[in-house]
């Protein structure tokens, strides 16, 4: 494969285009209505690969989707207490309508 050839297929090896656009912190995939739910048992559990990589893009994530990103996933004590900020949705949210019908149901949510 010549570089062309490779430019083409993996634009991004030589490209100069700027990504810094759409790390807006979400507003363009609020506008658009544009979501991310991402679900691993991995999410609050510091063990393994997948922690490792999903701690790693969290930070991208938020700043180009902001609250429009979401990462689901077990809650484990042991682990939650050095990991994860408890915090409440501002009411009348998306986020809050789910955790409230799902708390509603008998679903034990904790947030962070």
């Known amino acids: 494969m010549t570089k062309d050839q490779a430019s083409k ?3 991004r090896v030589d ?3 700027d990504f810094t656009a759409f790390m807006d912190r979400g507003q363009t995939a609020a506008y658009e209505n544009r979501w991310v739910f991402e679900t ?3 999410v609050c559990n510091k063990v393994g690969g997948i922690y490792t990589v999903i701690r790693s893009k969290a930070f991208v994530s938020t700043e180009e989707m902001g609250e429009q990103y979401c990462l ?3 809650y484990k ?3 939650a207490r050095t990991a994860v900020e408890e915090l409440e949705f501002e009411g009348g949210s998306p986020y809050h309508t789910a955790v409230t019908k799902m708390r509603d149901q008998g679903f034990k949510v904790k947030l962070s």
């Open 40 to 42: 691993a048992w991995e």
């Open 9 to 11: 297929r993996f634009y």
């Open 77 to 79: 004590e042991n682990y």
């Open 15 to 17: 490209s100069n285009y």
């Open 72 to 74: 689901l996933g077990p």
